[in-house]
C-alpha cells in the first residue's frame, strides 16, 4: 500500500496494492494493521454508500461535536471529489484541494482518500451514475450537521461544471441552505484534533 501526500497537510491518496492477471484482480483495501502501521486511523465505525447521477453535487459537509473523518472509495464512475481544512488552528486552515475518483481499469492505480476530522467534505458526479463507498470514524450525528454552500465567493472551489455542458450541479434542499465559510459554524480548536 502507498500513501500519497497531497496538497492538504493530512488529506492522503491511499493505493492498495492490486495483484491481477487475465481473469480480472484483487486488492485488499482495508486492513487495520496496514493502516495502523502507515499512521492512518484504522477505526471506522459506520459505512456509507451513495448512488448519484451526473451532475449531482454533495456537500459540502461536516460535523460538529462528532466529527467524521472520511475513507473515501468510488466503486463505479467518475467524481470530483473535494476538502476543504477548517481547522482553524492549520496553516491550511481555508484551503480546498479536488481529486478526480474514478472506477479503475486494469491500467490504473486503485485509490482511496483520507479526509480526516475538520474537514468539510463534498463531490460532483461527472460520469452518467457513480456509486461511493465512505468509511467514517464517528456515527451520523444529525444535531451535529452542517453544511457550507457548494459555490461559496471565499473558498472559491474550481469544480470543473465544463463536463455539465451548460448545466448547474444539481444539489439537496438542504444543501441549497448550506451557510457560507464566512458565517459557518466551524469545528472548535480542540475538535479538530486526528484521532488515531
Do not use: C
Not at 462528532?66 to 481544512?85: E, F, N, T, Y
Not at 469544480?159 to 448547474?168: F, H, M, Q, T, Y
Amino acid at each position: 500500500m502507498q500513501v500519497l501526500d497531497t496538497p492538504l497537510r493530512d488529506v492522503k491518496l491511499i493505493q492498495p496494492q492490486r495483484f491481477g492477471d487475465s481473469r480480472g484482480w484483487f486488492a485488499e483495501v482495508f486492513n487495520q494493521s496496514t493502516f495502523k502501521n502507515a499512521g492512518i486511523p484504522s477505526q471506522f465505525v459506520q459505512d456509507n454508500q451513495s448512488f448519484s447521477v451526473k451532475g449531482v453535487l454533495r456537500g459540502l459537509h461536516y460535523q460538529l461535536g462528532k466529527p467524521q473523518g472520511k475513507l473515501i472509495r468510488v466503486l463505479s464512475g467518475h467524481i470530483w471529489d473535494v476538502a476543504v481544512d477548517l481547522r482553524q488552528d492549520s496553516p491550511d486552515f481555508g484551503k480546498w484541494a479536488g481529486f478526480h475518483l474514478k472506477t479503475q481499469s486494469l491500467d490504473d492505480d486503485l485509490q482511496l482518500l483520507w479526509i480526516p476530522e475538520g474537514f468539510a467534505h463534498g463531490f460532483l458526479v461527472l460520469s452518467d451514475t457513480a456509486e461511493v463507498l465512505y468509511k467514517t470514524t464517528n456515527l451520523y450525528f444529525p444535531i451535529g450537521e452542517r453544511s457550507i454552500t457548494w459555490n461559496d465567493p471565499t473558498l472559491a472551489i474550481a469544480w470543473p461544471l465544463e463536463a455539465l455542458n451548460g448545466n448547474l450541479p444539481s444539489v439537496s434542499p438542504k444543501d441549497a441552505l448550506g451557510k457560507r465559510f464566512l458565517g459557518a459554524d466551524l469545528p472548535p480548536v480542540e475538535a479538530t484534533t486526528t484521532r488515531m
